[in-house]
């Protein structure tokens, strides 16, 4: 059968020699591999201790972000959740009140917006396909978790905090967003 690869091994079934059956030359040789990798340059780190340098198209952890008042840029347009390839994104949209218009930018706002991130593929389609500039993926990690339902992020873990917020330019791979 013809090959696509140059990879083929035939595999030998030719009796061992003498010296074969001592083991000795095969058990030095895997020794001296790994001597080789004692004294090569380590390729694992001490992670969380050390962290690796991110490539800078890296597509971390979403952001909900806010405006420079800390109103939050949601609309709940659902945009985001149309062009969702792996559906990943649910939300509640409901009316703002009166007195309310120091927390939501616009009348509509999301009572509830949920990013389940086993599902999600950190595409990024969602970010693009927000034209209020509320939604972004970060530089972050998503933490390991225990249970599949610690996993769905809420409001309390995506939108930031005006205490701590997010720079989102630190992730440039569009090149077309501006710090915080
Ligand atoms: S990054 Fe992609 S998969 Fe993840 S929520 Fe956004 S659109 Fe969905
Ligand atoms: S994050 Fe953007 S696209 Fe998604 S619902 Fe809010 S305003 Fe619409």
Redo the contacts with the bound molecule.
């Keep these: 059968m013809e090959s696509f690869t140059n990879r083929k091994k035939v595999v030998s079934d030719k009796p061992m020699t003498f010296i074969e059956k001592l083991y000795l030359p095969a058990i030095f040789s895997g020794m001296m591999i790994t001597m080789k990798h004692i004294l090569t340059r380590k390729k694992t780190i001490k992670y969380p201790e050390e962290i690796r340098v991110f490539a800078p198209v890296y597509r971390g952890q979403?952001v909900l972000k806010r405006d420079e008042e800390g109103r939050e840029n949601c609309t709940a347009c659902g945009l985001?959740a149309v062009?969702?390839?792996?559906e990943?994104?649910t939300m509640v949209a409901d009316e703002r009140k009166r007195g309310e218009e120091n927390l939501y930018r616009e009348e509509k706002y999301a009572s509830t917006y949920e990013?389940n991130m086993l599902r999600?593929?950190?595409?990024?389609?969602?970010e693009e396909a927000c034209p209020k500039e509320a939604i972004f993926?970060t530089d972050r990690i998503v933490p390991t978790e225990f249970e599949r339902a610690n996993f769905i992020y809420g409001k309390d873990k995506l939108v930031e905090s005006m205490e701590d917020r997010i720079d989102i330019s630190l992730r440039q791979n569009t090149g077309k967003r501006g710090a915080i």
Excluded: K, S
């Design positions: 979403h985001c062009a969702c390839p792996a990943a994104i990013i999600c593929i950190f595409c990024g389609l969602c993926l």
